[in-house]
């Protein structure tokens, strides 16, 4: 799980977490996944997510309430999923048709919160109402049907406003060195129904915060991953032998790196 200024964001295949290693998630070649998201801050939030570049959302934003969370299925359109993600293997055949892009094999998760809510102060018997400086947003926003546990979850419009992009806060991976043979794309997998609907949120911060995952289907010694690691297993030290938890850098009993 990836998490940055309160938001988690992790992936989950047939229901399970997906253990990442320095932002990077190995998984077989031909693995439909979904995309968790989580906000933890006590605002609520507006997402915008891309994967190898483009936006899957088809230009709107999703609002993550505050201390809510969503598993996003697939590809956005119009205010429902019909397709799940789906990771394959970038061949020859492939990149000689579509070329190659320097943001495959990524995912991209825009965050931004609700800007404060105006503070109050009590000063010699009367009361002062402090709000922070607010944009001139004029929005549209669109609400969840999706029924995941107990969370709500929201399509939110910008009205067709320019955004300022800020200075993102982004956690991300070095590609240097990386093999062709190592990335891959996401494409349209099997059908699937999950639907959005209209909902509202308040004025927004403009500076957002990015988290990034790569994907990847091939293991650090270039053999091409067969079975996917979720977060619930252990990593056997390769020195001792222990066993410890995904959450472990270190070995806590002999101090070898285990990622």
């Known amino acids: 799980m990836m998490y940055v200024e309160k938001f988690?964001?992790?992936?989950k295949v047939d229901g399970k977490f997906l253990r990442d290693n320095e932002s990077t998630v190995r998984i077989p070649f031909g693995t439909e996944y979904g995309i968790y998201l989580k906000n933890l801050e006590s605002r609520d939030s507006v997402v915008k997510v891309s994967i190898d570049g483009k936006d899957v959302l088809g230009g709107k934003e999703i609002i993550i309430r505050s201390g809510s969370f969503l598993e996003l299925e697939g590809f956005l359109e119009d205010m429902n999923v019909k397709n799940k993600f789906k990771f394959i293997e970038l061949t020859k055949e492939i990149e000689d048709f579509r070329g190659y892009m320097?943001?495959?094999?990524?995912?991209?998760?825009?965050?931004?919160?609700?800007?404060?809510?105006?503070?109050?102060?009590?000063?010699?018997?009367?009361?002062?109402?402090?709000?922070?400086?607010?944009?001139?947003?004029?929005?549209?926003?669109?609400?969840?049907?999706?029924?995941?546990?107990?969370?709500?979850?929201e399509i939110h419009y910008l009205g067709g406003h320019g955004m300022s992009s800020g200075n993102a806060t982004i956690k991300s991976?070095?590609?240097?060195?990386?093999?062709?043979?190592d990335i891959g794309i996401t494409v349209k997998g099997q059908e699937t129904n999950q639907n959005f609907g209209n909902g509202y949120i308040g004025d927004l911060e403009l500076t957002p915060h990015v988290i990034i995952l790569r994907l990847s289907?091939?293991?650090?010694?270039?053999?091409?991953?067969?079975?996917?690691?979720?977060?619930k297993e252990k990593i056997k030290c390769?020195?001792?032998?222990?066993?410890?938890?995904t959450e472990f850098k270190f070995c806590p009993k002999c101090g070898t790196f285990i990622g």
Not at 8 to 11: A, N
Not at 107 to 119: A, G, H, N, S
Not at 173 to 181: E, L, Y
Request: charged fraction near 20%; glycine fraction near 4%; aromatic fraction near 10%.
């Open 8 to 11: 988690v964001v992790s992936l």
């Open 102 to 153: 320097s943001e495959d094999s990524l995912i991209k998760v825009e965050v931004r919160y609700q800007k404060p809510k105006p503070t109050v102060q009590e000063f010699v018997g009367h009361w002062i109402y402090t709000y922070p400086n607010r944009s001139t947003w004029s929005e549209i926003t669109y609400s969840s049907n999706t029924s995941v546990s107990n969370d709500t979850s």
């Open 173 to 181: 991976v070095a590609m240097a060195g990386i093999p062709t043979s």
């Open 217 to 231: 289907g091939y293991k650090e010694n270039k053999t091409e991953v067969k079975q996917y690691v979720t977060t």
């Open 238 to 245: 390769l020195t001792c032998g222990k066993e410890n938890s």
